[in-house]
């Protein structure tokens, strides 16, 4: 069956009934050096023409002699220690052997059995409950180029009257990072999935080595997958989902693939070891290839590449400049802010979580700068179809609003249409509030004039107030502020109405 549709699969809840899900998660990063892994040219290629990035040694012309990133080496053993890897002394690059389409030297420099970084492991929290995810290995490789489909109804080769290929991205430094089998997931499998590259992604961006831009391809991952019936101690026949490339398909990939495979199990027939692809608008899995195995790639030492020495003394210099890495950093800042941990969570989803920490160190309290992001500029920034931090507001300006509403010159309403006019491109807060007339009114002639004329509209409330039911004074309050526009001080209003009527 080549598309199954949600009929044909089996249920989650009776999949978890009947199987146990194992995973394995290889995680390709690109690092954002200035250049490729193994020449000069610039790695960062995007909007310049096709082939433009290109020398011998990336097009793997003969003759040419790579020579090693030292950049990337370092980068790759700083990725390893924030994974908690054991960082191998001496290791050497290898050559992949297959069939590459999008790679002209027909093989992959890569490493296989003498990997930079090993034996790892991070720790998540999902739901409450601490998952370990160890880590086999984290090792540096390059990236193949990128084929153009020209002619089909989607970029796919599916259809294509041809293809062209672009080897800008060939020879783009990569971190492979490649988890052990991870078991007793159970339901939980495909969110510890999530939770594991969310938490990639956020340690690269804190190393400030990629990008990690999952939509753009920096961050991606082959998803693998295998169902050991209830008891059984024998992995079972895995499928590998290639490049998937956001938190959300990374969990609905496997949940599909968890449910395919338990469906193909429970009918007597067997999984295929297979590569497969996300298909994003349908939601489901399809068939690629038949799944090579790695003796089937013919690794052997690159004979063109030295080998490379990380001694104990550059291992602990390179430690010395590891930031503070997102887990621990998490923990801190939810005990400063006394956010609970759904809280935390709710900013982390968000990806709030720096620019409520720069909104409080411009003077903001934490309550009220993760209101902000959390609400009125998410809601902006999904109306745009935008990151968080490309909203058109910085944390300053959202500090200087706040500011503004604790000193009584602003209410939450005015401070919303501040918000509206500096992403407008009006000027600063201080300036949209003189440009529209923001302010709060809270001189007392205004007030009371606005007062008398509430309490003359309205006489049976007034006798009310008079007569001792206080609350009354609301509907009052509504008055003076729907007449001055929502721009009087309602405190001061409640104030001077009880005066009046006391």
């Not at 790639?297 to 400049?321: C, G, K, M, N, Q």
């Not at 501040?418 to 002639?445: F, K, M, N, T, Y």
């Not at 609301?474 to 009880?498: H, N, P, S, T």
Request: one cysteine or more.
């Amino acid at each position: 069956m080549s598309v199954w549709t949600t009929d044909d699969l089996l249920g989650y809840d009776e999949a978890m009934e009947r199987f146990d899900p194992v995973l394995g998660l290889e995680v390709h990063v690109e690092l954002s050096t200035a250049s490729k892994m193994f020449c000069g040219c610039p790695a960062d290629s995007d909007g310049a023409e096709p082939n433009t990035h290109v020398c011998p040694v990336c097009l793997g012309l003969p003759g040419s002699m790579p020579a090693i990133n030292g950049h990337a080496v370092e980068s790759a053993i700083r990725i390893g220690l924030a994974l908690n890897c054991r960082i191998a002394p001496w290791c050497r690059m290898a050559r992949k052997n297959y069939f590459y389409p999008d790679m002209t030297k027909d093989y992959q420099t890569s490493q296989y059995d003498e990997p930079i970084c090993h034996d790892g492991h991070v720790d998540l929290e999902v739901d409450g409950k601490t998952y370990r995810v160890e880590i086999e290995r984290a090792h540096m490789e390059e990236d193949a180029g990128k084929s153009l489909h020209v002619g089909g109804s989607d970029g796919r080769i599916q259809g294509a009257a041809y293809s062209l290929m672009d080897y800008n991205r060939a020879g783009v430094p990569l971190i492979e990072i490649v988890t052990k089998p991870v078991r007793g997931l159970g339901a939980a499998a495909p969110q510890v999935a999530r939770a594991y590259m969310a938490h990639l992604r956020d340690i690269m961006i804190a190393l400030g080595v990629s990008h990690a831009r999952m939509e753009r391809g920096n961050l991606r991952c082959d998803a693998n997958v295998s169902l050991m019936p209830k008891g059984a101690t024998k992995l079972g026949t895995r499928t590998e989902t290639k490049n998937v490339n956001s938190l959300r398909s990374v969990e609905g990939a496997l949940t599909y693939e968890i449910r395919r495979q338990a469906a193909v199990l429970a009918s007597g027939r067997a999984v295929r070891q297979q590569t497969r692809m996300w298909q994003e608008d349908g939601e489901y899995t399809i068939a690629g290839r038949d799944k090579s195995d790695a003796e089937d790639y013919r690794y052997f030492p690159e004979p063109d590449l030295v080998p490379i020495e990380a001694s104990a003394e550059w291992v602990e210099e390179l430690r010395a400049t590891l930031p503070e890495l997102p887990a621990a950093k998490r923990a801190r800042l939810s005990a400063e802010w006394s956010f609970s941990q759904l809280e935390m969570d709710a900013v982390v989803n968000a990806g709030a979580l720096d620019l409520i920490e720069e909104t409080v160190r411009a003077g903001a309290g934490a309550a009220s700068a993760r209101k902000w992001w959390l609400t009125e500029l998410s809601r902006r920034a999904n109306e745009a179809g935008c990151e968080l931090a490309e909203v058109g507001m910085s944390p300053v300006q959202v500090a200087a609003v706040q500011k503004m509403v604790d000193a009584g010159t602003l209410t939450d309403k005015l401070a919303r249409s501040v918000i509206d006019g500096v992403i407008a491109g009006e000027g600063e807060p201080d300036q949209v509030v003189a440009a529209r007339g923001l302010a709060v009114v809270s001189d007392d002639g205004a007030l009371g004039q606005a007062v008398d004329d509430a309490i003359a509209a309205n006489p049976g409330v007034a006798e009310k107030i008079r007569g001792g039911k206080v609350q009354a004074a609301g509907a009052l309050i509504g008055q003076v502020m729907k007449a001055m526009r929502g721009q009087a001080d309602a405190k001061r209003v409640r104030e001077i109405i009880l005066d009046k009527l006391s």
